[in-house]
């Protein structure tokens, strides 16, 4: 007997490629399930797995402001906290339609650890970084803010990594 490890049996499955997912690489993963839940007639199932995808990818961005700027924990706990706890009761809600799944459905995102994925983030994390840096000469603290909202919308791991970064380098 041949396991797929990227086969969901069931809603936990899903689940569980929802929060692992959301903690390697949160874009990736939302766009697959929700093309995978689509072709499988569980579009009323996307809501909160995103969601649970969502709060993974915000303790992971917690994480790198953890590792890149310490003293930015206190500030941005209070948001990730609201928006977690939010997005948790949402998917707590939405249990009950999870455990009539019993579906069949394949998820495929792929590798997390590929040189192109690497190499990708590496990249743009160096572009945020100077886009940032010129930004904030130039326009001040809002060049800055923007191109971080501008960034989070492309990669929240490295817009994260590159505002800590500019963070604690001053």
């Known amino acids: 007997c041949e396991i797929d490890p990227f086969r969901a049996v069931d809603a936990k499955g899903i689940y569980l490629t929802a929060l692992f997912g959301g903690l390697v690489n949160s874009t990736a993963t939302v766009a697959e399930l929700v ?4 072709e499988s007639d569980l579009v009323g199932f996307t809501a909160p797995v995103v969601l649970l995808t969502s709060v993974s990818m915000f303790f992971r961005n917690f994480i790198i402001l953890a590792i890149f700027a310490r003293g ?4 941005a706990a209070i948001p990730l906290v609201a928006m977690s706890l939010i997005a948790s009761y949402c998917v707590y809600r939405g249990r009950q339609r999870a455990a009539d799944i019993a579906k069949d459905v394949t998820i495929d995102v792929g590798s997390p650890v590929s040189l192109r994925k690497v190499s990708r983030f590496a990249l743009l994390f160096l572009i945020l970084q100077i886009i940032a840096t010129l930004g904030q000469r130039w326009i001040g603290n809002i060049g800055f803010q923007i191109v971080s909202i501008l960034g989070g919308l492309f990669s929240s791991a490295s817009t994260t990594a590159a505002a800590a970064s500019m963070a604690t380098h001053g």
Request: aromatic share 0%; glycine share 0%.
């Open 35 to 38: 093309a995978t839940l689509s």
């Open 72 to 75: 930015a924990i206190r500030t």
